[in-house]
């Protein structure tokens, strides 16, 4: 070990052993499953649940935090946010249509009371604000 590897820190995440172990792979199995739901189902974001899902991964499973960033579904977008903590601005434009088509058509056609209305225009635009400050990946990355 050189002398300069004590300088650095330590980026690594902490491994979980025994039962935490196995809870973190039992709750990133559940976390995949909601974020395939959500593929399908509008108003339920895939992506949060597989990104929490390579959280307990990366510290309890090395194979299936792998296979779910080599995933056709999620996979560039998990090591886009966990290399580089941006994502692409073409994702990003993604996320905010779908935010406001599904929203609109909600307000717009649902029977629902006015005031569920006006709840659904509130978080639309708190949604649309978060994923508005997220970084964007430079064109050369």
């Keep these: 070990m050189a002398a300069d590897d004590h300088d650095q820190p330590d980026t690594r995440p902490t491994v979980y ?5 196995v809870l973190a792979i039992g709750a ?38 792998k296979k779910l960033r080599n995933s056709r579904v999620a996979g560039r977008l998990l090591v886009d946010w ?20 599904f929203s609109s058509l909600s307000i717009a056609f649902a029977p629902i009371p006015a005031p569920s209305k006006i709840g659904i225009a509130v978080l639309a635009g708190i949604g649309v604000t978060v994923i508005g400050r997220l970084a964007v990946l430079p064109v050369d990355v």
């Excluded at 052993?17 to 172990?21: A, C, S």
């Excluded at 601005?89 to 406001?100: E, Q």
């Design 28 to 65: 990133g199995l559940l976390l995949v499953g909601i974020g395939i739901i959500g593929i399908f189902v509008p108003g339920l974001p895939a992506t949060v649940w597989f990104l929490m899902a390579s959280y307990l991964f990366a510290r309890s499973s090395e194979r299936l935090h």
């Design 82 to 101: 966990e290399d580089h903590h941006a994502i692409r601005r073409s994702t990003k434009l993604r996320a905010i249509a779908l935010v406001l088509v």
């Design 17 to 21: 052993r025994g039962l935490k172990r």
